[in-house]
């Protein structure tokens, strides 16, 4: 998943920087990707990838 969604690999790319370990990154990124499914699964709402605006 941190290959294929940008806000993944962001918070992946995150974490590398902040010179975390390999396997705790993937650990981190497993994480955030369960509360992404546990959302998804109570609000019944399909994922939308966030489109971000580059003009802040």
Excluded: M, T, W
């Amino acid at each position: 998943a941190h290959k294929h969604d940008p806000v993944l690999k962001a918070f992946y790319e995150k974490k590398r920087k902040q010179g975390k370990h390999y396997y705790v990154c993937i650990g981190a990124v497993a994480r955030k990707l369960c509360y992404i499914i546990y959302a998804i699964l109570k609000n019944n709402k399909p994922y939308e990838i966030p489109q971000y605006s580059k003009e802040v």
